[in-house]
């Protein structure tokens, strides 16, 4: 069964500095995700993207942040310079298309997730 | 105001009691309502979905959504231990889903 894949599994890293954060989505599917959620709380949407930009974002996706799709397979999500509250489990998602009405939902398939620690 | 509201427990139960997990959202134009399960150190996966009002069976789990009080339930009828999980309330319009705080689950033996 075909499965949303993340690398690493758990990241340390030192405040200030870069990290990429690894998906590989469902081959077929086209809209991408990115989710974080600190521990013990609640699982946050931070991006969306489809068509090789990005769609929507939320508020915690400031300019510290940004995703790319390098190639046909991977969906990346970069922190340039990061804090010790970006220490948390990011998700990635796909989702084939797009909802629309009762038959026409699309699930979004999570990832494992990558635990970020920032020391 | 939170877009959607989870009392996140813990909530411990016997196994075989009913369970009743709720959650309350504020947007109205949320069109989808989902179940989400998530066990530990893992993603979340999706457990059921509804769109609009009304109830959505599928074996010992039924969703129900009343969209006039904003109100999103999903019950468990003869809980197993292998039920134990958190689980996430969410919702979606367009391709902006929002989740709830979740809310641990442990059935007993």
């Known amino acids: 069964e075909p499965e949303v894949t993340q690398t690493p599994s758990h990241q340390v890293t030192q405040m200030g500095q870069e990290v990429i954060l690894r998906c590989v989505p469902i081959s077929n599917h086209l809209y991408f995700y990115w989710y974080r959620q600190i521990l013990g709380q609640k699982v946050e949407f931070l991006v969306s993207f489809y068509n090789n930009e990005i769609s929507e974002k939320s508020e915690i996706f400031d300019d510290q942040f940004s995703v790319e799709r390098p190639d046909g397979s991977n969906f990346t999500l970069k922190i340039r310079s990061t804090k010790l509250e970006d220490s948390a489990m990011y998700f990635c998602?796909?989702?084939?298309?797009?909802?629309?009405?009762?038959?026409?939902?699309?699930?979004?398939?999570f990832g494992p997730g990558t635990r970020l620690t920032v020391l | 105001q939170k877009e959607v509201e989870q009392d996140p427990g813990p909530l411990s139960v016997p196994e075989g009691a009913i369970v009743s997990l709720n959650c309350t959202y504020s947007?109205?134009?949320?069109?989808?309502f989902m179940w989400y399960r998530q066990y530990s150190r893992k993603g979340p996966e999706l457990l059921m979905y509804t769109y609009s009002s009304g109830n959505k069976e599928d074996g010992r789990f039924t969703a129900q959504v009343d969209k006039s009080s904003k109100y999103i339930s999903l019950f468990i009828r003869d809980s197993q231990p292998s039920d134990s999980a958190t689980y996430l309330c969410?919702?979606?319009?367009?391709?902006?889903?929002?989740f709830g705080a979740g809310t641990r689950l442990t059935v007993k033996p």
């Open positions: 998602a796909s989702k084939e298309r797009t909802s629309g009405g009762l038959l026409l939902y699309n699930e979004q398939f």
């Open positions: 969410a919702t979606l319009t367009n391709n902006d889903m929002r």
């Open positions: 947007n109205s134009a949320f069109q989808y």
